[in-house]
């Protein structure tokens, strides 16, 4: 693994609306690690419907860079800005990363959710999100869980079991954590 790589952290993109995919696209050919999380959804036209992949967190894409690399996404198609919190970049942590990309490679049903839900705190027990802690709002037999980016201000409904969760006591105001 070389230094640079080591060095780099990831960070998030706001884009144009419906630009996620060209300046995904477009970062990839810069060179950098660029993550955009899809979602399958249905959409129905007049004479049919269709399954698409659409970007579960709309207008956002992310990136593994170091500051000084910023200046080669300003020209990629449908950058905006970068996502910043007091004028400094919003950093993303790699667990954070990784719980996006086990959500949409294991094929969760993902149900948007643009706001803050109080709630209770659980860990999921079983299945390859097993050990995440988010909170729960409850649903006729099952669970949504409530995975919080603080950072982006973001957050997302996974669907799950309610067998497949257990109750956690809050030790700190993390939002999504990994148990040990």
Known sequence: MNTQALNSKWYVIYTRSRFEKKIYRSLIQ?????FLPLVKEKRAWSDRVKTVQVP???S?????AKIAEFSKAYYCPGFVRFVSSEGKPCEIEENEINLLKNIVTNG?????NNGFVVGEMVRITRGPLKGWEGRIDRKKGGSRIVFQFDSIQQAICVEVGAADVEKVKVTNNSKIKVAS
Request: proline residues 6%; without cysteine; glycine residues 6%.
């Open 56 to 58: 579960l967190l709309p």
């Open 30 to 34: 810069s060179g950098f690690e660029t």
């Open 60 to 64: 956002y894409i992310f990136i593994k």
């Open 108 to 112: 969760y049903e993902v149900k948007k």
